[in-house]
Protein backbone atom coordinates (compact mmCIF):
# COMPACT_ATOMS: atom_id res chain seq x y z
CA UNK A 1 0.00 0.00 0.00
CA UNK A 2 1.36 3.55 -0.90
CA UNK A 3 0.94 5.67 2.20
CA UNK A 4 1.51 8.93 0.06
CA UNK A 5 -1.67 7.44 -1.96
CA UNK A 6 -3.49 7.52 1.13
CA UNK A 7 -2.46 11.26 1.72
CA UNK A 8 -3.42 12.15 -1.64
CA UNK A 9 -6.93 10.83 -1.01
CA UNK A 10 -7.24 12.60 2.39
CA UNK A 11 -6.50 15.89 0.30
CA UNK A 12 -8.87 15.30 -2.48
CA UNK A 13 -11.38 14.45 0.20
CA UNK A 14 -10.40 17.78 1.73
CA UNK A 15 -10.93 19.69 -1.56
CA UNK A 16 -14.24 18.08 -1.93
CA UNK A 17 -15.51 19.19 1.77
CA UNK A 18 -14.20 22.66 1.41
CA UNK A 19 -16.31 23.44 -2.25
CA UNK A 20 -19.20 21.11 -1.58
CA UNK A 21 -20.97 22.52 1.08
CA UNK A 22 -25.11 21.55 1.22
CA UNK A 23 -27.01 24.76 -0.10
CA UNK A 24 -28.91 24.24 2.62
CA UNK A 25 -26.84 25.74 4.89
CA UNK A 26 -25.94 29.49 5.99
CA UNK A 27 -23.29 31.03 7.53
CA UNK A 28 -23.97 32.28 10.91
CA UNK A 29 -20.05 33.43 11.25
CA UNK A 30 -16.89 33.50 9.96
CA UNK A 31 -13.24 34.10 10.15
CA UNK A 32 -10.25 34.29 8.11
CA UNK A 33 -10.97 31.26 5.59
CA UNK A 34 -13.46 29.91 7.89
CA UNK A 35 -17.35 29.76 8.01
CA UNK A 36 -19.32 29.03 10.45
CA UNK A 37 -22.52 27.68 9.31
CA UNK A 38 -26.10 27.51 11.38
CA UNK A 39 -26.54 23.56 11.06
CA UNK A 40 -22.46 23.55 12.69
CA UNK A 41 -24.02 26.07 15.45
CA UNK A 42 -26.93 23.85 15.75
CA UNK A 43 -24.76 20.69 16.82
CA UNK A 44 -22.85 23.16 18.96
CA UNK A 45 -25.56 24.36 20.96
CA UNK A 46 -26.89 21.36 21.61
CA UNK A 47 -23.23 19.71 22.35
CA UNK A 48 -23.35 23.09 24.84
CA UNK A 49 -27.36 22.23 26.68
CA UNK A 50 -25.78 18.12 26.74
CA UNK A 51 -22.96 19.17 28.41
CA UNK A 52 -24.01 21.85 30.81
CA UNK A 53 -28.14 21.29 31.40
CA UNK A 54 -28.84 24.86 30.22
CA UNK A 55 -32.59 25.77 28.98
CA UNK A 56 -33.47 24.88 25.63
CA UNK A 57 -34.59 28.45 24.58
CA UNK A 58 -30.87 29.34 24.96
CA UNK A 59 -30.42 32.79 25.36
CA UNK A 60 -28.37 35.11 23.33
CA UNK A 61 -25.15 35.96 25.59
CA UNK A 62 -25.07 31.84 25.40
CA UNK A 63 -25.52 31.63 21.55
CA UNK A 64 -22.09 34.52 21.57
CA UNK A 65 -20.09 32.55 23.78
CA UNK A 66 -20.37 29.79 22.00
CA UNK A 67 -20.09 30.93 18.55
CA UNK A 68 -16.77 33.14 19.88
CA UNK A 69 -15.22 30.32 21.44
CA UNK A 70 -15.33 28.76 17.54
CA UNK A 71 -13.95 31.92 16.14
CA UNK A 72 -11.17 31.79 18.83
CA UNK A 73 -10.52 28.40 18.10
CA UNK A 74 -10.20 29.34 14.19
CA UNK A 75 -8.58 32.47 14.83
CA UNK A 76 -5.61 31.09 16.43
CA UNK A 77 -5.34 28.21 13.38
CA UNK A 78 -4.95 30.93 11.06
CA UNK A 79 -2.76 32.41 13.60
CA UNK A 80 -0.85 28.85 13.35
CA UNK A 81 -0.92 28.71 9.31
CA UNK A 82 -0.02 32.20 9.26
CA UNK A 83 3.43 31.40 11.49
CA UNK A 84 4.26 28.25 9.64
CA UNK A 85 3.51 25.96 12.30
CA UNK A 86 1.03 24.30 9.91
CA UNK A 87 3.08 23.24 6.99
CA UNK A 88 6.56 22.72 8.56
CA UNK A 89 8.02 19.54 9.33
CA UNK A 90 6.62 18.84 13.14
CA UNK A 91 2.79 19.82 11.35
CA UNK A 92 3.38 17.36 8.60
CA UNK A 93 4.47 14.91 10.58
CA UNK A 94 1.84 15.78 12.99
CA UNK A 95 -0.81 15.60 10.48
CA UNK A 96 0.24 12.31 9.01
CA UNK A 97 -0.30 10.56 12.04
CA UNK A 98 -3.15 11.98 12.86
CA UNK A 99 -5.09 10.83 9.63
CA UNK A 100 -3.57 7.48 9.81
CA UNK A 101 -4.96 7.45 13.52
CA UNK A 102 -7.90 8.94 12.05
CA UNK A 103 -8.34 6.00 9.44
CA UNK A 104 -7.27 3.06 12.29
CA UNK A 105 -10.37 4.57 14.35
CA UNK A 106 -12.61 3.96 11.39
CA UNK A 107 -11.33 0.47 10.80
CA UNK A 108 -11.93 -0.19 14.00
CA UNK A 109 -15.08 0.98 14.09
CA UNK A 110 -16.68 -0.17 11.19
CA UNK A 111 -14.84 -4.07 11.62
CA UNK A 112 -14.76 -4.36 14.69
CA UNK A 113 -16.65 -1.79 17.24
CA UNK A 114 -19.75 -1.56 15.23
CA UNK A 115 -19.92 -5.37 15.88
CA UNK A 116 -20.30 -5.75 19.22
CA UNK A 117 -22.68 -5.92 21.72
CA UNK A 118 -23.37 -6.27 25.57
CA UNK A 119 -26.01 -8.29 26.35
CA UNK A 120 -27.46 -9.20 29.94
CA UNK A 121 -24.79 -11.85 31.06
CA UNK A 122 -21.99 -9.50 30.16
CA UNK A 123 -23.36 -6.70 32.62
CA UNK A 124 -23.92 -9.51 35.17
CA UNK A 125 -20.41 -10.79 34.84
CA UNK A 126 -19.25 -6.71 35.18
CA UNK A 127 -21.64 -6.41 38.14
CA UNK A 128 -20.48 -9.37 39.60
CA UNK A 129 -16.63 -8.48 39.23
CA UNK A 130 -17.09 -4.97 40.53
CA UNK A 131 -18.37 -6.48 43.25
CA UNK A 132 -15.44 -8.92 43.85
CA UNK A 133 -11.50 -7.76 44.59
CA UNK A 134 -8.99 -9.93 43.11
CA UNK A 135 -4.59 -10.75 44.35
CA UNK A 136 -2.56 -12.14 41.90
CA UNK A 137 1.10 -11.66 41.51
CA UNK A 138 2.93 -12.03 37.78
CA UNK A 139 5.80 -12.33 36.16
CA UNK A 140 6.17 -9.68 33.20
CA UNK A 141 7.94 -10.18 30.12
CA UNK A 142 8.61 -7.58 27.39
CA UNK A 143 8.12 -10.33 23.85
CA UNK A 144 6.01 -13.47 23.75
CA UNK A 145 9.03 -15.82 23.26
CA UNK A 146 10.25 -14.29 26.71
CA UNK A 147 7.14 -15.42 28.30
CA UNK A 148 7.02 -18.56 26.96
CA UNK A 149 10.58 -19.43 28.12
CA UNK A 150 9.38 -18.40 31.57
CA UNK A 151 6.68 -20.56 31.39
CA UNK A 152 8.19 -23.26 30.50
CA UNK A 153 10.71 -22.65 33.63
CA UNK A 154 8.15 -22.87 35.68
CA UNK A 155 6.66 -26.13 34.24
CA UNK A 156 9.95 -27.42 34.94
CA UNK A 157 9.76 -27.08 38.48
CA UNK A 158 11.42 -23.54 38.68
CA UNK A 159 10.20 -21.43 41.82
CA UNK A 160 7.61 -18.31 40.87
CA UNK A 161 8.93 -16.42 43.23
CA UNK A 162 12.73 -16.96 42.29
CA UNK A 163 11.71 -16.09 38.86
CA UNK A 164 10.24 -12.81 40.29
CA UNK A 165 12.82 -11.93 42.28
CA UNK A 166 15.17 -12.44 39.68
CA UNK A 167 13.59 -10.26 36.68
CA UNK A 168 11.91 -7.87 39.30
CA UNK A 169 13.95 -4.22 39.38
CA UNK A 170 11.42 -3.09 42.39
CA UNK A 171 12.69 -4.28 45.61
CA UNK A 172 8.44 -4.50 46.42
CA UNK A 173 7.71 -6.86 43.62
CA UNK A 174 10.97 -9.00 43.90
CA UNK A 175 10.63 -9.84 47.33
CA UNK A 176 7.05 -10.64 47.21
CA UNK A 177 6.99 -12.84 44.63
CA UNK A 178 6.08 -10.13 42.39
CA UNK A 179 2.87 -9.32 44.09
CA UNK A 180 0.66 -6.93 43.16
CA UNK A 181 -2.01 -7.08 46.37
CA UNK A 182 -5.67 -6.35 45.66
CA UNK A 183 -7.55 -5.08 42.48
CA UNK A 184 -10.82 -4.75 40.95
CA UNK A 185 -12.54 -3.99 37.36
CA UNK A 186 -10.45 -1.27 35.77
CA UNK A 187 -7.44 -1.11 38.07
CA UNK A 188 -5.60 -3.24 35.97
CA UNK A 189 -4.53 -4.13 31.88
CA UNK A 190 -8.04 -5.24 30.65
CA UNK A 191 -6.17 -8.37 28.94
CA UNK A 192 -4.73 -9.06 32.61
CA UNK A 193 -8.19 -8.11 33.92
CA UNK A 194 -10.11 -10.46 31.85
CA UNK A 195 -7.92 -13.35 32.78
CA UNK A 196 -7.43 -12.95 36.30
CA UNK A 197 -10.68 -12.62 36.59
CA UNK A 198 -11.50 -16.48 34.62
CA UNK A 199 -8.74 -17.72 36.75
CA UNK A 200 -9.71 -20.26 40.07
CA UNK A 201 -7.70 -19.01 43.54
CA UNK A 202 -4.25 -20.93 43.04
CA UNK A 203 -4.00 -21.33 39.19
CA UNK A 204 -1.59 -19.72 37.32
CA UNK A 205 -2.15 -18.51 33.74
CA UNK A 206 -0.16 -18.92 30.95
CA UNK A 207 1.12 -15.72 29.19
CA UNK A 208 -1.17 -13.25 29.19
CA UNK A 209 -1.20 -10.28 26.52
CA UNK A 210 -1.07 -6.88 27.50
CA UNK A 211 -0.40 -3.61 26.71
CA UNK A 212 3.58 -3.80 28.04
CA UNK A 213 4.49 -7.22 27.24
CA UNK A 214 3.07 -10.23 28.79
CA UNK A 215 2.12 -11.62 32.21
CA UNK A 216 2.19 -15.18 33.57
CA UNK A 217 -0.65 -14.55 36.48
CA UNK A 218 -0.95 -17.05 39.67
CA UNK A 219 -4.16 -15.79 41.57
CA UNK A 220 -3.78 -15.89 45.35
CA UNK A 221 -6.61 -14.35 46.75
CA UNK A 222 -10.66 -13.45 45.64
CA UNK A 223 -13.21 -11.73 47.56
CA UNK A 224 -16.86 -11.32 46.72
CA UNK A 225 -18.95 -9.03 48.48
CA UNK A 226 -21.73 -11.61 49.78
CA UNK A 227 -25.42 -11.63 49.26
CA UNK A 228 -25.68 -9.80 45.85
CA UNK A 229 -29.56 -9.46 45.16
CA UNK A 230 -31.40 -8.34 41.52
CA UNK A 231 -32.76 -5.20 43.17
CA UNK A 232 -28.82 -4.46 43.26
CA UNK A 233 -28.32 -5.15 40.03
CA UNK A 234 -31.14 -3.54 38.71
CA UNK A 235 -29.72 -0.30 40.39
CA UNK A 236 -26.37 -0.66 38.53
CA UNK A 237 -27.52 -1.90 35.26
CA UNK A 238 -27.44 1.07 33.35
CA UNK A 239 -24.16 2.68 34.76
CA UNK A 240 -22.59 -0.92 33.77
CA UNK A 241 -23.58 -0.61 30.19
CA UNK A 242 -20.79 2.24 28.77
CA UNK A 243 -17.90 0.68 30.66
CA UNK A 244 -18.87 -3.24 29.43
CA UNK A 245 -19.11 -1.82 25.76
CA UNK A 246 -16.03 -0.27 25.98
CA UNK A 247 -13.97 -3.51 27.39
CA UNK A 248 -15.52 -5.84 24.84
CA UNK A 249 -14.56 -3.23 21.99
CA UNK A 250 -11.23 -3.13 23.60
CA UNK A 251 -10.97 -6.93 23.68
CA UNK A 252 -12.37 -7.20 19.82
CA UNK A 253 -9.73 -4.72 19.17
CA UNK A 254 -7.01 -7.02 20.11
CA UNK A 255 -8.48 -10.13 19.05
CA UNK A 256 -8.60 -8.74 15.70
CA UNK A 257 -5.19 -7.84 16.07
CA UNK A 258 -4.23 -11.52 16.77
CA UNK A 259 -6.26 -13.09 14.04
CA UNK A 260 -4.63 -11.19 11.53
CA UNK A 261 -1.16 -11.71 12.66
CA UNK A 262 -1.56 -15.38 13.31
CA UNK A 263 -3.03 -15.35 9.20
CA UNK A 264 0.13 -13.73 7.85
CA UNK A 265 2.90 -15.60 6.93
CA UNK A 266 6.75 -13.94 7.71
CA UNK A 267 9.84 -13.95 6.31
CA UNK A 268 12.11 -15.07 8.54
CA UNK A 269 15.09 -14.42 6.61
CA UNK A 270 14.35 -10.49 5.45
CA UNK A 271 12.93 -9.33 8.88
CA UNK A 272 16.41 -10.93 10.42
CA UNK A 273 18.78 -9.29 7.79
CA UNK A 274 16.53 -5.59 8.55
CA UNK A 275 17.12 -6.76 12.05
CA UNK A 276 21.35 -7.10 11.65
CA UNK A 277 21.10 -4.01 9.32
CA UNK A 278 19.28 -1.68 12.44
CA UNK A 279 22.07 -3.35 15.15
CA UNK A 280 24.79 -1.79 12.75
CA UNK A 281 23.15 1.61 12.23
CA UNK A 282 20.78 1.67 15.93
CA UNK A 283 20.58 5.67 15.81
CA UNK A 284 18.76 5.80 12.21
CA UNK A 285 16.32 3.27 13.76
CA UNK A 286 15.93 5.11 17.51
CA UNK A 287 15.54 8.41 15.95
CA UNK A 288 13.10 10.14 14.50
CA UNK A 289 13.55 12.57 11.22
CA UNK A 290 10.80 14.73 10.71
CA UNK A 291 11.15 15.78 7.25
CA UNK A 292 11.61 12.19 5.59
CA UNK A 293 8.76 10.06 4.93
CA UNK A 294 10.79 6.66 6.08
CA UNK A 295 13.41 5.22 7.53
CA UNK A 296 16.55 6.18 6.13
CA UNK A 297 17.99 2.81 5.68
CA UNK A 298 20.03 2.79 2.75
CA UNK A 299 18.12 0.36 0.84
CA UNK A 300 18.00 -0.36 -3.15
CA UNK A 301 14.83 -1.17 -5.21
CA UNK A 302 15.24 -4.50 -5.73
CA UNK A 303 15.41 -5.44 -1.50
CA UNK A 304 12.95 -2.41 -0.74
CA UNK A 305 10.44 -4.89 -3.25
CA UNK A 306 11.02 -8.06 -1.08
CA UNK A 307 7.45 -9.23 1.01
CA UNK A 308 8.22 -9.13 4.62
CA UNK A 309 4.73 -10.63 5.35
CA UNK A 310 1.42 -11.93 3.29
CA UNK A 311 -1.83 -12.66 3.08
CA UNK A 312 -3.48 -13.79 0.31
CA UNK A 313 -3.54 -10.26 -1.84
CA UNK A 314 -2.18 -8.73 1.29
CA UNK A 315 1.52 -7.70 1.03
CA UNK A 316 4.09 -5.74 3.51
CA UNK A 317 6.94 -4.99 1.76
CA UNK A 318 10.47 -3.79 3.09
CA UNK A 319 9.39 -0.24 1.28
CA UNK A 320 6.05 -0.38 3.19
CA UNK A 321 7.72 -1.17 6.43
CA UNK A 322 10.21 1.72 6.48
CA UNK A 323 7.23 3.97 6.15
CA UNK A 324 5.31 1.99 8.64
CA UNK A 325 8.11 2.61 10.99
CA UNK A 326 8.38 6.08 10.37
CA UNK A 327 4.82 6.23 11.23
CA UNK A 328 5.73 4.70 14.85
CA UNK A 329 7.34 7.07 17.52
CA UNK A 330 10.82 6.76 18.41
CA UNK A 331 10.70 5.32 21.89
CA UNK A 332 8.46 2.45 20.93
CA UNK A 333 11.12 1.52 17.85
CA UNK A 334 14.14 1.90 20.96
CA UNK A 335 11.82 -0.54 22.89
CA UNK A 336 13.35 -3.61 20.83
CA UNK A 337 16.26 -4.52 22.20
CA UNK A 338 16.32 -7.88 20.66
CA UNK A 339 15.21 -9.86 17.77
CA UNK A 340 12.07 -11.23 18.75
CA UNK A 341 11.10 -7.39 20.38
CA UNK A 342 12.01 -6.33 16.62
CA UNK A 343 9.78 -9.12 15.32
CA UNK A 344 6.89 -8.14 17.14
CA UNK A 345 7.11 -4.80 16.43
CA UNK A 346 7.00 -5.70 12.49
CA UNK A 347 4.20 -7.67 13.41
CA UNK A 348 1.93 -4.36 14.62
CA UNK A 349 3.18 -2.50 11.50
CA UNK A 350 2.02 -5.29 8.93
CA UNK A 351 -1.67 -5.35 11.08
CA UNK A 352 -1.25 -2.13 10.69
CA UNK A 353 -0.57 -1.61 7.24
CA UNK A 354 -3.50 -4.14 6.36
CA UNK A 355 -5.83 -2.39 8.19
CA UNK A 356 -5.54 1.06 5.97
CA UNK A 357 -5.37 -0.50 3.00
CA UNK A 358 -8.90 -1.88 4.01
CA UNK A 359 -10.38 1.25 4.88
CA UNK A 360 -8.61 3.38 2.52
CA UNK A 361 -10.89 1.80 -0.37
CA UNK A 362 -14.03 0.86 1.44
CA UNK A 363 -16.57 1.68 -0.94
CA UNK A 364 -18.85 2.31 2.24
CA UNK A 365 -16.10 5.07 4.55
CA UNK A 366 -17.55 8.34 5.65
CA UNK A 367 -15.08 10.20 4.43
CA UNK A 368 -16.18 13.76 5.25
CA UNK A 369 -16.98 12.46 8.89
CA UNK A 370 -12.96 11.23 8.89
CA UNK A 371 -11.91 13.92 7.25
CA UNK A 372 -14.22 16.58 10.10
CA UNK A 373 -12.06 14.50 12.49
CA UNK A 374 -8.66 15.17 11.63
CA UNK A 375 -9.31 18.78 10.60
CA UNK A 376 -10.30 18.91 14.41
CA UNK A 377 -7.39 16.81 15.71
CA UNK A 378 -5.18 18.54 13.57
CA UNK A 379 -6.48 22.01 15.09
CA UNK A 380 -6.21 20.83 18.00
CA UNK A 381 -2.12 20.00 17.31
CA UNK A 382 -1.76 24.18 16.35
CA UNK A 383 -3.88 25.03 19.35
CA UNK A 384 -1.37 23.12 21.78
CA UNK A 385 1.93 24.95 19.64
CA UNK A 386 0.06 27.88 20.24
CA UNK A 387 -0.39 27.79 23.60
CA UNK A 388 3.43 26.30 23.80
CA UNK A 389 4.73 29.66 22.41
CA UNK A 390 2.81 31.45 24.49
CA UNK A 391 4.28 29.76 27.58
CA UNK A 392 7.83 30.96 26.14
CA UNK A 393 6.99 34.32 25.25
CA UNK A 394 6.05 35.00 29.10
CA UNK A 395 8.87 35.64 31.31
CA UNK A 396 9.02 37.17 34.77
CA UNK A 397 11.83 38.20 36.86
CA UNK A 398 12.36 38.38 40.56
CA UNK A 399 11.61 42.19 40.74
CA UNK A 400 8.01 41.42 39.87
CA UNK A 401 7.54 38.61 42.04
CA UNK A 402 8.77 40.41 44.60
CA UNK A 403 6.35 43.15 44.01
CA UNK A 404 3.87 40.79 44.02
CA UNK A 405 4.63 38.92 47.37
CA UNK A 406 4.41 42.79 48.69
CA UNK A 407 1.20 43.91 47.47
CA UNK A 408 -0.44 40.15 48.68
CA UNK A 409 1.74 38.67 51.01
CA UNK A 410 -1.80 37.77 53.12
CA UNK A 411 -3.14 35.80 50.34
CA UNK A 412 -0.26 33.01 50.28
CA UNK A 413 -1.29 30.53 52.87
CA UNK A 414 -0.25 26.82 53.47
CA UNK A 415 -3.99 25.07 53.36
CA UNK A 416 -5.03 23.07 56.44
CA UNK A 417 -3.09 19.77 56.27
CA UNK A 418 -4.40 16.64 57.82
CA UNK A 419 -2.80 12.60 58.35
CA UNK A 420 -5.21 10.03 57.82
CA UNK A 421 -4.98 5.94 57.70
CA UNK A 422 -7.20 4.87 55.41
CA UNK A 423 -8.85 1.56 55.25
CA UNK A 424 -10.81 1.04 52.08
CA UNK A 425 -13.44 -1.28 50.78
CA UNK A 426 -15.56 -2.28 48.00
CA UNK A 427 -18.80 -2.97 49.84
CA UNK A 428 -21.21 -0.07 51.24
CA UNK A 429 -22.37 -2.39 54.20
CA UNK A 430 -19.06 -3.68 54.85
CA UNK A 431 -18.07 -0.05 55.15
CA UNK A 432 -20.37 1.14 57.68
CA UNK A 433 -20.05 -1.87 59.75
CA UNK A 434 -15.89 -1.30 60.12
CA UNK A 435 -16.51 2.21 60.55
CA UNK A 436 -18.99 1.02 63.48
CA UNK A 437 -16.55 -1.17 65.21
CA UNK A 438 -14.25 1.26 64.84
CA UNK A 439 -15.82 3.68 66.52
CA UNK A 440 -16.39 1.17 69.54
CA UNK A 441 -12.79 0.73 69.92
CA UNK A 442 -11.85 -1.84 67.36
CA UNK A 443 -7.88 -2.00 66.34
CA UNK A 444 -7.96 -0.38 62.94
CA UNK A 445 -4.77 -2.30 61.71
CA UNK A 446 -6.32 -5.23 62.53
CA UNK A 447 -9.27 -4.68 60.39
CA UNK A 448 -7.52 -3.03 58.07
CA UNK A 449 -5.35 -6.66 57.51
CA UNK A 450 -8.57 -8.17 57.32
CA UNK A 451 -10.42 -6.16 55.22
CA UNK A 452 -8.21 -3.63 53.31
CA UNK A 453 -7.72 -3.52 49.44
CA UNK A 454 -4.43 -2.75 49.33
CA UNK A 455 -1.16 -4.31 49.43
CA UNK A 456 0.74 -0.80 49.81
CA UNK A 457 -1.86 0.11 51.96
CA UNK A 458 -1.56 -2.51 54.85
CA UNK A 459 2.82 -1.80 54.16
CA UNK A 460 2.48 1.50 55.50
CA UNK A 461 -0.52 0.89 58.33
CA UNK A 462 -2.92 2.67 56.41
CA UNK A 463 -1.10 5.96 56.88
CA UNK A 464 -1.27 8.54 54.17
CA UNK A 465 0.94 11.22 55.48
CA UNK A 466 0.40 14.80 55.74
CA UNK A 467 -1.77 16.08 52.56
CA UNK A 468 -3.12 19.87 52.05
CA UNK A 469 -7.06 18.86 52.41
CA UNK A 470 -7.70 20.64 49.65
CA UNK A 471 -6.53 17.48 47.39
CA UNK A 472 -9.57 15.30 49.11
CA UNK A 473 -11.91 17.37 46.55
CA UNK A 474 -15.29 17.00 47.04
CA UNK A 475 -15.47 15.42 50.33
CA UNK A 476 -12.88 17.81 51.80
CA UNK A 477 -15.83 19.96 53.75
CA UNK A 478 -16.74 17.02 55.62
CA UNK A 479 -12.88 16.40 57.00
CA UNK A 480 -12.51 19.93 57.67
CA UNK A 481 -13.34 19.91 60.89
CA UNK A 482 -11.45 16.38 61.74
CA UNK A 483 -9.87 15.99 65.27
CA UNK A 484 -7.14 14.13 65.96
CA UNK A 485 -7.79 10.11 66.86
CA UNK A 486 -11.40 10.77 65.03
CA UNK A 487 -13.39 7.98 62.84
CA UNK A 488 -14.42 9.75 59.72
CA UNK A 489 -16.58 7.86 56.98
CA UNK A 490 -17.21 6.00 55.28
CA UNK A 491 -17.04 7.91 52.26
CA UNK A 492 -18.00 6.74 48.37
CA UNK A 493 -15.65 7.84 46.54
CA UNK A 494 -16.36 5.55 43.24
CA UNK A 495 -18.89 3.23 42.90
CA UNK A 496 -17.35 -0.04 44.12
CA UNK A 497 -14.92 2.18 46.50
CA UNK A 498 -15.57 3.41 50.73
CA UNK A 499 -12.91 4.78 52.42
CA UNK A 500 -12.93 5.00 56.35
CA UNK A 501 -9.77 7.58 57.66
CA UNK A 502 -8.52 7.35 61.24
CA UNK A 503 -7.20 10.83 62.00
CA UNK A 504 -3.50 10.91 63.01
CA UNK A 505 -2.43 14.39 62.85
CA UNK A 506 -3.76 17.94 61.64
CA UNK A 507 -1.57 20.76 60.69
CA UNK A 508 -3.81 24.39 61.05
CA UNK A 509 -3.29 26.67 57.77
CA UNK A 510 -0.18 29.03 58.11
CA UNK A 511 1.16 32.05 56.53
CA UNK A 512 3.65 31.10 53.59
CA UNK A 513 7.66 32.26 53.99
CA UNK A 514 8.17 34.68 50.15
CA UNK A 515 10.95 31.15 49.82
CA UNK A 516 7.96 28.76 50.25
CA UNK A 517 5.69 31.50 48.08
CA UNK A 518 7.88 31.67 45.36
CA UNK A 519 6.90 28.90 42.82
CA UNK A 520 3.00 30.11 43.99
CA UNK A 521 3.69 33.09 42.75
CA UNK A 522 5.55 32.48 39.98
CA UNK A 523 2.82 30.30 38.46
CA UNK A 524 -0.18 32.11 39.67
CA UNK A 525 1.52 35.16 37.80
CA UNK A 526 2.16 33.40 34.56
CA UNK A 527 -1.12 32.36 34.24
CA UNK A 528 -2.30 36.20 34.33
CA UNK A 529 0.58 37.14 31.67
CA UNK A 530 -0.58 34.08 29.22
CA UNK A 531 -4.22 34.71 29.62
CA UNK A 532 -3.58 38.78 28.95
CA UNK A 533 -1.37 37.84 26.28
CA UNK A 534 -3.71 35.56 24.58
CA UNK A 535 -6.35 37.52 24.81
CA UNK A 536 -4.27 40.16 22.95
CA UNK A 537 -3.62 38.29 20.06
CA UNK A 538 -6.62 36.54 19.54
CA UNK A 539 -8.54 39.78 19.37
CA UNK A 540 -5.70 41.46 17.18
CA UNK A 541 -6.22 38.53 15.05
CA UNK A 542 -10.04 38.36 15.09
CA UNK A 543 -9.37 41.72 14.21
CA UNK A 544 -7.54 41.20 10.87
CA UNK A 545 -8.98 38.02 9.88
CA UNK A 546 -12.31 39.77 9.62
CA UNK A 547 -14.44 37.84 12.01
CA UNK A 548 -18.27 38.39 11.81
CA UNK A 549 -21.45 37.24 13.41
CA UNK A 550 -24.59 37.42 11.91
CA UNK A 551 -26.66 37.72 15.41
CA UNK A 552 -29.76 37.43 13.41
CA UNK A 553 -29.27 33.86 12.02
CA UNK A 554 -27.23 33.47 15.12
CA UNK A 555 -30.81 33.75 17.44
CA UNK A 556 -32.77 32.35 15.21
CA UNK A 557 -31.39 29.10 15.35
CA UNK A 558 -33.40 26.55 16.94
CA UNK A 559 -33.18 22.60 17.21
CA UNK A 560 -34.84 19.36 19.28
CA UNK A 561 -33.08 17.03 21.68
Not at 88 to 97: E, G
Not at 131 to 160: M, V, Y
Not at 467 to 494: C, M, N, W
Not at 497 to 517: D, K, N, S, W
Request: charge should be negative; include cysteine.
Amino acid sequence: MSNRLLFISFAIVSLAIACDKPETESVVASVGQFTISDRHMENQLRRFYMRTGQAVNLTEEVRLAVVNSRIERYTIVEIARERGWATDSDAIYAKAQIERKAMMEEYQRRFIHDRVQVGDADLRELFLRFNTSLRASHLHARTRAEADSLHTLIQKGASFEALAKARFKSDDLASTGGDLGYFTVDEMDLGFEAAAYAMDVGDMSKPVATSTGYSIIKLTDRITVPLLTEIQFAEKKADLMPLALEQKRELATRADLNHHINRFSFDESVMRQVWNDIRKAPTVYHTQSPELTEIALPYDDAFRAKIIAKDGPFEFTVGEWMAEAWYTTPERRASAQTYSDFKEQVQAMAYRNYALDVIQFHPNVDKEYVQAAIDETFYSYLFERFEQQIAKDVVLNEDEIRAEWNRNQMSYIHPLEMNFAELMVTDSTLADDLATQLRAGADFRNLLRRHGLSLESKDRNGELGFIPITYFGAIQTRLHDSKVGQIRGPFQLETNRFVIFRVLGRREARQMTFGEAVPVIRERLEQVRKEQLRTAIIAEGRTRYNATIDLEKLNSITFEL
